[in-house]
T-cell receptor, first 115, second 115 residues
Framework: DGGITQSPKYLFRKEGQNVTLSCEQNLNHDAMYWYRQDPGQGLRLIYYSQIVNDFQKGDIAEGYSVSREKKESFPLTVTSAQKNPTAFYLC??????????????FGEGSRLTVL | GNSVTQMEGPVTLSEEAFLTINCTYTATGYPSLFWYVQYPGEGLQLLLK?????DKGSNKGFEATYRKETTSFHLEKGSVQVSDSAVYFC??????????????FGRGTSLIVHP
């Protein structure tokens, strides 16, 4: 089955530690995205990538880093510089090109809790 | 810039009641419009979409019509079920150069349906 796989589903971190969230897709999509979801705040864009080896900051990139070395993979690192990292993180992907309508395909999410 | 405004929740209804969740948008271009649904602990799934004015998207008994004159895309369902309880997100995608879209999401509206 084609889709997006995020791991781990739940993650606990001590303050001062970096953690990396995995996102893998087998949909052959060019574009990938990371969103953060907090209660009552909807989805906020952290980073996005439209092509391998290229990515751009979203609205709340501070304290996060990403890489896009392969088309299928877009891992997100939550660094110790992120002041309030406890949240639900969602990875998504989409096609790119002239006839792309902008529909996103989402993973199941990763819930990060800082202890 | 682009923005999406949707009614605040929670919306609480009895089973078989009529549902409306309002969504209005501002966009600089000519966007595509979407409704996504998120069940507890899961990622978002596309519910329906519309790509041009007067298009009606529909799925699972839900409908929404792209109204350019009122910049709206209200979600409706004639008879809700307990299983419709979820958070609903209105979103738009505006094309960038190269055909890659960066979606903008509303804050989400929680729907609770009682038996």
């Amino acid at each position: 089955d084609g889709g997006i796989t995020q791991s781990p589903k739940y993650l606990f971190r001590k303050e001062g530690q970096n953690v990396t969230l995995s996102c893998e897709q087998n949909l052959n999509h060019d574009a990938m995205y990371w969103y953060r979801q907090d209660p009552g705040q909807g989805l906020r864009l952290i980073y996005y990538s439209q092509i391998v080896n290229d990515f751009q900051k979203g609205d709340i990139a501070e304290g996060y880093s990403v890489s896009r070395e392969k088309k299928e993979s877009f891992p997100l690192t939550v660094t110790s510089a992120q002041k309030n990292p406890t949240a639900f993180y969602l990875c998504a992907s989409s096609t790119a090109g002239t006839y792309n309508t902008g529909e996103l395909f989402f993973g199941e999410g990763s819930r990060l809790t800082v202890l | 810039g682009n923005s999406v405004t949707q009614m605040e929740g929670p919306v609480t209804l009895s089973e078989e009641a009529f549902l409306t969740i309002n969504c209005t948008y501002t966009a600089t271009g000519y966007p595509s419009l979407f409704w996504y649904v998120q069940y507890p602990g899961e990622g978002l799934q596309l519910l329906l979409k519309a790509t041009k004015a007067d298009d009606k998207g529909s799925n699972k008994g839900f409908e929404a019509t792209y109204r350019k004159e009122t910049t709206s895309f209200h979600l409706e369902k004639g008879s809700v079920q307990v299983s419709d309880s979820a958070v609903y997100f209105c979103a738009l995608s505006d094309p960038l150069s190269g055909g890659s879209y960066i979606p903008t999401f509303g804050r989400g509206t929680s729907l609770i349906v009682h038996p």
